[in-house]
T-cell receptor, first 115, second 110 residues
Framework: GAGVSQTPSNKVTEKGKYVELRCDPISGHTALYWYRQSLGQGPEFLIYFQGTGAADDSGLPNDRFFAVRPEGSVSTLKIQRTERGDSAVYLC?????????????FGPGTRLTVL | DAKTTQPNSMESNEEEPVHLPCNHSTISGTDYIHWYRQLPSQGPEYVIHGLTSNVNNRMASLAIAEDRKSSTLILHRATLRDAAVYYCIPRMDSSYKLIFGSGTRLLVRP
């Protein structure tokens, strides 16, 4: 079956612009996660959705970052007033539920470059 | 969350077994030990997880020390496709998020 998909695969923007990154999870997965990966480092947790609600957004670096999942499926990560430090690969993952033993399935990521 | 220590890098020859160690001395009794790997230019993928007993699946084996302060991921016959960064991740029973360290970069020589 289809895995997690993310669009766009690459996004280049200018400092100060607004960007939206989209994640399509595996059908039926109630849990959805966003991570961010800077060059040479492991992924860093940003936010976790269980259904439509953000159960934990403690990883969002500041209020320029916001994510939604209005119908409990597709999610959009929104970044306002982008900064060069926001450049990274943004990864989305989904799982059947949030329990600790549930495997998370990752998408290929969106590479964001802020010039 | 438990801290992990993994070698920065390891090398192996193709078709040989590989033992990837992880130290997680601050692990709690209910933490599962998860392993994920990340191939170049891809998102991480699940490899295996366990709690106390050794575990096997089609990809690998996981050997967990009796005191649970360390574990070893075993690839029985490394292939070129196994070249990746391997992450050892203790995960609290109540936690939904993965906390990645720096991982071990595995190089497989043909």
């Amino acid at each position: 079956g289809a895995g997690v998909s993310q669009t766009p695969s690459n996004k280049v923007t200018e400092k100060g612009k607004y960007v939206e990154l989209r994640c399509d999870p595996i059908s039926g997965h109630t849990a959805l996660y966003w991570y961010r990966q800077s060059l040479g480092q492991g992924p860093e947790f940003l936010i976790y959705f269980q259904g439509t609600g953000a159960a934990d957004d403690s990883g969002l670096p500041n209020d320029r970052f916001f994510a939604v999942r209005p119908e409990g499926s597709v999610s959009t990560l929104k970044i306002q007033r982008t900064e060069r430090g926001d450049s990274a690969v943004y990864l989305c993952a989904s799982s059947p539920g949030g329990l600790s033993y549930n495997e998370q399935f990752f998408g290929p990521g969106t590479r964001l470059t802020v010039l | 969350d438990a801290k992990t220590t993994q070698p920065n890098s390891m090398e192996s020859n193709e078709e040989e077994p590989v033992h990837l160690p992880c130290n997680h001395s601050t692990i709690s009794g209910t933490d599962y030990i998860h392993w994920y790997r990340q191939l170049p230019s891809q998102g991480p993928e699940y490899v295996i997880h366990g709690l106390t007993s050794n575990v096997n699946n089609r990809m690998a084996s996981l050997a967990i020390a009796e005191d649970r302060k360390s574990s070893t991921l075993i690839l029985h016959r490394a292939t070129l496709r196994d070249a990746a960064v391997y992450y050892c991740i203790p995960r609290m029973d109540s936690s939904y998020k993965l906390i990645f360290g720096s991982g071990t970069r595995l190089l497989v020589r043909p």
